[in-house]
């Protein structure tokens, strides 16, 4: 299964930062940022699975995270070396910032 993953560069500066303006895609990126991968549904997000495949949908068409189907499973990883070396500071910035209650 192929899944679409555009290259960094072709993202919108405006679907990056509307992809981290929510508050479920921030954990999720909060999460992926030890930079190793996560399975899907390993992720506690308390959220029903068809939201929770909206959510990584989102992160991975904004260009923000990579998958790598194996089987039933999909692992996902963010993209940091890139958004980093295209938006620098950005990823700092959201990662430091307080998370919401």
């Known amino acids: 299964m192929e899944l679409h ?11 990056v930062l509307a992809a981290l303006a929510d508050d479920v895609r921030l954990k999720i990126v909060r999460t992926l940022a030890d930079g190793g991968e996560h399975v899907c549904g ?4 308390g959220v029903a699975k068809a939201t929770r495949s909206h959510h990584f949908k989102v992160l991975r068409e904004a260009g923000l995270t990579r998958t790598r189907v194996a089987g039933t499973s999909r692992y ?4 940091r070396e890139e958004l980093d070396r295209l938006y620098p500071g950005l990823l700092d910035a959201v990662l430091t910032a307080p998370a919401r209650s």
């Open 42 to 45: 390993t992720i506690e997000l």
């Open 76 to 79: 996902v990883r963010l993209r």
């Open 5 to 15: 993953e555009p290259e960094l560069r072709d993202v919108p500066v405006t679907a």
